[in-house]
């Protein structure tokens, strides 16, 4: 299901852009392109050292300017070129997109509470889950099955679309996706080929434990 050949040693570091003012204000931001706040550059910069540590042969990542600006850091430290993929997007939800928290459980709290019991909703009126997997996870395995033996591919994207993107790759039922927690920002997943397809090495690492502030928390 997931394209991975056994015995190669890929790995995906699946990469959260850093922090963003709408995070902050815990707005739903979706497909708008915000930028990040000077914190969210630091934390980006901080995070790339280490990432660039696991010596990556490839970068691809959202054509968002937060995810964009996100990847910089780490080509700024890897001499890599980045591969810009309006696949991997954040999650379109139409009318959600610009609400804080508290103004989409007030103006739509059914359809909030639908979505988080795991049924398959449009936000908004915008994407499902499933269908942002389809979108992200074979921009993700096209650019994956490039890598030579032991390579390490890094996307940056955002942290809905990580999570379908991962629950896509491990083969695990949508409505299981949830059971991935949401990442904090600038931290990032790794998955490792295993002789079934991929496995879940790492999930939210890169810092010490930080609340999640973002559309996936």
């Known amino acids: ?9 890929r790995r995906i570091v699946l990469w959260r852009h ?16 915000i930028e990040l706040t000077e914190e969210g550059v630091g934390q980006a910069r901080r995070a790339a050292r280490l990432l660039a ?3 990556p042969a490839a970068i691809i990542a959202s054509d968002l ?6 990847a910089r850091e780490l080509t700024a430290v890897t001499g890599l070129g980045v591969t810009h993929d309006a696949g991997l997007r954040e ?10 928290h508290e103004e989409i459980i007030g103006r739509y709290g059914d359809q909030y ?3 988080k019991r795991g049924e398959p909703v449009r936000r908004g009126g915008g994407e499902l889950e499933t269908e942002v997997a389809d979108r992200a996870a074979p921009v993700v395995l096209r650019h994956a099955g490039t890598l030579p033996d032991d390579g390490t591919l890094v996307v940056v994207s955002h942290g809905g679309t990580i999570r379908t993107t991962i629950g896509r790759l491990l083969g695990l ?15 990032w997943s790794v998955l490792g080929e295993g002789a079934r397809g991929w496995r879940l090495l790492e999930h939210n690492a890169g810092t ?10």
């Open 1 to 9: 299901m997931n394209g991975a050949k056994s015995g190669r040693g």
């Open 18 to 33: 850093g922090q963003t003012a709408w995070n902050l204000e815990r707005r739903f931001q979706g497909s708008t392109d």
């Open 53 to 55: 540590s696991l010596k």
């Open 65 to 70: 300017r937060r995810a964009a600006a996100t």
């Open 91 to 100: 999650t379109y939800a139409g009318t959600w997109q610009g609400l804080t």
């Open 113 to 115: 509470a639908a979505w």
């Open 173 to 187: 039922e949508s409505y299981h996706w949830e059971g991935l927690g949401g990442l904090s920002n600038c931290c």
């Open 208 to 217: 010490l434990p930080e609340p999640v502030l973002g559309d996936d928390d």
